[in-house]
Structure formats: C-alpha cells, structure tokens
C-alpha cells in the first residue's frame, strides 16, 4: 500500500550517489540514440574466429571499432540482469531503472497498467525531449504498444512503419539492415532533442542463416546455435554500420550520443561448454564462474568529439543505464527513484544483481552457496568467516534490490509519489497509428 513507497525511497536516499563532476553535463542537450545490440555477449569484442583453413577472422570489426574509439566510454565488465522477460526486461531496466519481475515479462504483466516514470518522462519533463522507439516488429510483441503508452513514449514505430514482407523480414521483424534503412526517414522527423531507440532481431536465437546475407563463415562446433550465431552477428555489424554512415549523412551524428548495449545472452548456459573451446577454455572444468562471465554484454557510450574515451572496468548492469544516462545530459537524478547508480560516480555500486539473486561483484562471483574468487575464477573451498559475513551482506543488498523493484512493480508504487517537476502522463494520450505520415 501507499507506505511501501517509504521504504523505497529511504533505500534511494541511502543509496543515492553523486554524478562524476567531470561527466556531468558532458552530452547535454544532445539527442539520445540507443542501439539494441541483439543477443549481443561481450565475448563477441574483438574475438577471432579461426577458420578450418586457419585464418582468423574478426567477426564484429565495425562495433570493436567503437568500442576502442577515443569518443566511446566502454565498459568491459558490464552484465545484462534480465528474467524470463528477456528483450522487454532489457527494456525496463534501461528505460526505467528497475529490474523485470522473477516470473514472466513484466511488460507483459503490469505494463499496461502501471505509473511509470520512465527516461522518455524524465527527460521529457526536465529537457524537453521527444521519445521515439524503433523495432521491426508487430508492436503487441511483449505489449510493447500499451506498455510504451505508459511509459510516455510520444513515438512507437512497429511493423506498420516497415516494408514488412516475407522477403524482409525473419522471425522476429525486419532485417536489421532494411531496418536502419528505413528508420532513418522518421528519425530525421524528429524535434530535437530526441530520446530514441532502435532494437535490431536479426541475431536472434536460433540465428537463422538468411542466404542473401551470408557474408562470414560459421563456427564448426556442430551446434548450428552457436555455430551461426557468429553469422548473424557480422551482419549485425554491418548494419550497424550502415547506420552510423546514414546519421553522418543526416547531419545527426555530430550532435547525439550513441549507446550500444546487449540485452542479455545468445548462447545459453547449456550450450556453453560446447562454446568453450572457441573461448579457450576446457569444458572439463566449466563452471558456474564461467557461466556468469559469460553474461556479460557490452555498453558503450559514443559521444563524438569528446575525445576522452576508454575501457572503463568498473562493475555494473542494465539497472545502472539510467541513472548514468542522465547525468552525462545533465539531469539531476536526486528525487527520481532510481534502483541503480551512475557507473561514473565515485560510490558506484559495483555489486551486480542477477535476476534469480545470484550476483557478481569484483571480489566474489556466487551462485547459490557456491562462492568464487571473481579476479581468478576460483572456487573458494572453505570460506572464513569474514568471507561469509561479506558475501552474506551482499546477498542481502541484491535481495533488497530486487525484492523493492518487485514491490514498485506489483504494487504499482510510483503512482504515490511524482517528483518535482515531473509532468505525468496519461497513456490514452498517446496513438502510435499514422505518426508522421
Ligand atoms: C521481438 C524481440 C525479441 O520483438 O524483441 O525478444 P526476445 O525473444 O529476445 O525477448
Ligand atoms: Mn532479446
């Protein structure tokens, strides 16, 4: 009820941390432009596939290319958090802050529903900004349609905005290409600043060779998943690509900050040990440590003409995208209620939660009762007390984050409280039908 909005906001003011004084501001007023990384996992940075005539080739050289650009602020240890919710959870934990429910999707579950304050609010409210979300798929996929309505996304272009034919499209929507293609006459649309999002499908599972579009060769493990997956992700590669070039060519790129991420695995954890010889590794040894490893995905800041890039190590995942967005554009997160921390701030908390309570943080990765050595990989054997005592204290705060991001969720908390400034929304305000036709 109406009190348990105070436990989330004394949680928030505990956990609240101050934006890096030399990143605050840094994007201001630039549009915002997401790049959903499909499948993405960060094993895919500068990897080599060996090929059965011995040359190595690199899969994704166009993302590696951003990822060690001198505009890009990349982060090598950064984790997807998702549920079952998958792609949508990814979603809600960038557009909101908060995790995806233990069960099911929560778009699916309380996004039609719910009081939201989401990026496209905040930054609508604060800036000014429009909102716009991309994806070549029909818009009830996840109840992205309702959901986006709560949320206070003026722009939803789905399938109806696409040539969406057979020959375009696969499973999951428009070819990733076609796609960027075809965006671009919408996006150039747009009042700036824009808050936008462009959510590719081409690499995902099971990564189907589309023959006009084979232009890498394919693993050999004998598990077409895996062996594919690599396929898929050079055609991602390219057509992220082409993207940049049609922003250049729209005169948008100067101007916006770019952010790519991951939204969660590609290969599962059941296939992992067959993944494991391409990673180096022996399968006779795989272990939990390496499944979690492997849920890294990437996220990368491109803000061009900063200059001041790097490979940032510091822990975090998709619930800290926000809060870290939005001091880079100057906005002050003090009152928003927001579940992760700004990965810049000098108290970012490095802990990162997984969606089923297990987590990583630098010193210990644990799954379970099992707990390793995060910088080694080792199992601790007969943990010391102090050991315990330390991961048992961070079992408690992944709990603690997790279990009110359910609450605010299921109990629609945040129609209690509206933060200064903030203009509420009302969902039936929007209509994603002939939008700037
Ligand atoms: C479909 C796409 C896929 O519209 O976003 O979602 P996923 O299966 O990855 O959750
Ligand atoms: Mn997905």
């Known amino acids: 009820d109406e009190s348990d909005i105070e436990g989330v906001m004394n949680y928030i003011d505990e956990h609240f941390t101050e934006a890096n004084p030399e990143m605050f501001g840094i994007a201001e007023d630039r549009n915002v432009i997401y790049l959903h990384l499909e499948s993405f996992q960060q094993f895919l940075i500068d990897y080599q596939l060996e090929t059965e005539t011995g040359e190595s080739l690199e899969v994704t050289p166009f993302i590696n290319s951003i990822y060690h650009d001198n505009d890009t602020q990349s982060f090598s240890n950064f984790f997807h958090q998702v549920g079952q ?92 290409k076609i796609f960027f293609k075809e965006s671009v006459q919408y996006l150039e649309q747009l009042p700036q600043p824009f808050y936008s999002k462009f959510i590719t499908v081409s690499n995902h599972f099971p990564y189907p060779l589309d023959e006009a579009n084979v232009d890498f060769p394919a693993a050999t493990t004998g598990d077409s998943t895996i062996d594919n997956y690599f396929v898929t992700a050079h055609y991602l590669d390219q057509a992220i690509e082409e993207f940049f070039a049609y922003l250049k060519d729209a005169g948008l790129y100067d101007n916006s900050i770019i952010v790519l991420y991951g939204d969660h695995y590609g290969i599962s954890n059941s296939r992992n040990e067959t993944l494991a010889p391409l990673l180096d590794k022996d399968p006779e040894t795989w272990s939990s440590y390496d499944n979690a490893m492997l849920q890294k995905v990437p996220y990368m800041i491109h803000i061009p003409g900063t200059g001041n890039g790097k490979i940032n190590t510091q822990y975090g995942g998709q619930v800290d995208s926000l809060p870290t967005l939005l001091h880079l554009l100057g906005v002050e997160t003090k009152d928003n209620i927001l579940l992760g921390t700004d990965l810049f701030s000098e108290n970012h908390d490095q802990t990162v939660a997984f969606r089923d309570g297990n987590f990583v943080s630098p010193k210990y990765t644990v799954d379970g009762s099992s707990i390793y050595d995060t910088e080694t990989g080792e199992l601790i054997e007969d943990p010391a007390e102090e050991v315990l005592a330390e991961v048992e204290q961070l079992r408690e705060d992944v709990s603690t984050q997790l279990s009110l991001s359910d609450s605010i969720l299921t109990s629609d908390l945040l129609r209690f409280y509206t933060p200064e400034g903030m203009i509420t929304t009302d969902p039936a305000d929007y209509d994603y039908r002939d939008q700037l036709a």
């Open 85 to 176: 919710g998958k792609t949508s959870d990814s979603e809600m934990l960038l557009e909101n802050s908060l995790f995806g429910l233990s069960q099911g999707g929560a778009f699916t579950q309380v996004g039609e529903s719910n009081t939201f304050q989401s990026a496209s609010q905040i930054l609508g409210s604060e800036k000014n900004y429009t909102s716009a979300m991309f994806h070549g798929n029909v818009g009830s996929f996840w109840n992205r349609d309702n959901t986006y309505k709560s949320m206070g996304i003026d722009y939803f272009f789905d399938d109806e905005y696409y040539s969406f034919t057979e020959e375009n499209t696969l499973e999951y929507g428009m070819k990733d």
